[in-house]
Each structure stands twice: as structure tokens, then as C-alpha cells.
């Protein structure tokens, strides 16, 4: 059918009273980071739910990159038409691995978010520009039964570190409701990206003290993004402060 011949079967339905069949909005797939869980989606998935989005906030188990990966990209694997697919923070690099060769998978969008090449872990991303201060605000670690450990962040410097823009009530249920993430989690080296092959968009506070501005704007920059929204004063948790700026974005890279 030509251009014009569309525009006029299109047009006589209108006229007609025929309804015109919408193509189906992608489901859109969040997937949180470390020292987070699946509710600091919540406002966002709030917003995408009131526009008309099948939202799922998957629990990102935090325990490998390899295994969180799969487990998201089972998820993603199960679900009928087009995907958009976010990452917070660690969740960056799994939502990296997790659309590598997938069919529904429609585009990336990194909120505050690693955005690894191939060989680069989380833990080296985040040193590589100065004016991170994480590490000075981790809790004790806490050994595991492989021989491995868990990593948190002291609640008493989870609002200062984590979530300064936050009301510190919020951000004292955040600190003790907070999923630790392994430490090999951190330092393992990431798969071939997707972005590569995916259109990627980014969102990030240059108030953000766990993963440094000008990393997350070197990754940005590296990945070729779409559009990237730097929100002034945001910090780490710019899903949680700032949601209509985040859901505003997915819903760009959606269309």
C-alpha cells in the first residue's frame, strides 16, 4: 500500500466512525540497584501506570552480575511485545547484560546507572572519576557462608550519602529497608553491552555522591545517548526525588 493510500484508508475510518488500532504500549521493566529495592520505584511506576504502562519492578537479587542478569532477562524473556528496560545504579550494568541479544528489548534507560563497556566493573566505574564517597559510608561488612560478603550502607550516613534530597523520614525507611549487594557483584567485569545495539537515554543528579557526576556523564557520552537529563542538586536516588523527571524520560525512550 503507498503513503497515500494508508493516509486514506486511515482518514475513511476516522470519517467512518471505524476506530483505528493503536499500536500496544511497551512494557516497561525497572530494575533497581544496591542498597535499594524494588519500592523506590514506586512514584515512578505510579506515573507510568496513570499514562497507560504495564509496569513490573523486578527484585534485582544483587548477588551477581552474571545471575542477576539472567534472572532480568528471564523476565524480559516472558513478556509478549516490545520492552523498555531501566536500571538504577548497579542496575545499569545488569539491565546492560540482560538485553544483550534479546528480541523484545526496545531500549535502555539508565537512571543514575552504570553503563559498563566490556571488561569494566561497577566498583571501577565508580573510582574513576574523583568525588565518590561510598566507601567512607558502608557499613561493616557481613561475612557469607561462601566465603563472600555483604555490602550496606550505615544507616546513620544512608541519608547523606544515599538520599539527601529525600525527607528524612523517607530516607530512614529507605536506610532500613535497604538490599544489600555482594561485593563480587561490584567487582565483577561486565559482558559485551547492549547498548551498543540499543538507543540508551540517561538521567543522573550532579548532586550524586555514590556514583560521581562526570562518570555518569562519561558513560553517558561513551554509550552515544539519546537524550540525558542532568537533574541540578539530585542525588543518587533521582527515581525517588525527582520521579516525573525519570518517568517523563522513559517515556521518550517508550515512544
Excluded: C
Aim: hydrophobic share 45%; aromatic share 6%.
Amino acid at each position: 500500500m503507498s503513503k497515500f493510500a494508508a493516509t486514506f484508508a486511515v482518514a475513511g475510518a476516522l470519517l467512518s466512525g471505524t476506530a483505528v488500532a493503536q499500536p500496544a504500549k511497551p512494557t516497561v521493566v525497572l530494575v533497581h540497584g544496591a542498597f535499594a529495592d524494588s519500592s523506590s520505584w514506586n512514584d515512578v511506576t505510579r506515573i507510568l501506570q496513570k499514562d497507560g504502562y504495564t509496569v513490573i519492578a523486578a527484585a534485582n537479587p544483587l548477588r551477581t552480575v552474571s545471575g542477576d542478569a539472567a534472572y532480568v532477562s528471564a523476565i524480559v524473556g516472558s513478556i509478549e511485545g516490545p520492552v523498555v528496560l531501566v536500571g538504577h545504579s548497579y542496575g545499569g550494568q545488569v539491565i546492560t547484560n540482560a538485553a544483550r541479544g534479546s528480541e523484545n528489548v526496545k531500549s535502555l534507560v539508565y537512571v543514575a546507572a552504570f553503563a559498563p563497556e566490556a571488561g569494566e566493573a561497577a566498583a571501577e566505574l565508580a573510582g574513576k572519576f574523583p568525588g565518590g564517597t561510598l566507601g567512607q559510608a558502608l557499613a561493616a561488612p557481613v561475612k557469607l557462608a561462601d566465603g563472600g560478603v555483604d555490602l550496606s550502607i550505615d544507616q546513620a550516613k544512608f541519608h547523606d550519602q544515599f538520599a539527601h534530597d529525600v525527607a528524612a523520614d523517607d530516607a530512614a525507611l529507605m536506610a532500613a529497608g535497604q538490599r544489600p549487594i555482594t561485593e563480587a557483584a561490584l567487582t565483577e567485569k561486565s559482558g559485551d553491552p547492549a547498548w551498543k545495539a540499543l538507543p540508551s537515554y540517561f538521567i543522573y543528579g550532579d548532586g550524586d555522591k555514590n556514583i560521581p557526576a562526570k562518570a555518569l556523564g562519561f558513560m553517558a557520552e561513551r554509550a552515544g545517548s539519546r537524550h540525558t537529563v542532568v537533574v541540578k542538586g539530585a542525588s543518587h536516588v533521582v527515581m525517588v526525588s525527582q520521579p516525573q523527571a525519570v518517568a517523563d524520560l522513559i517515556e521518550e525512550a517508550a515512544r
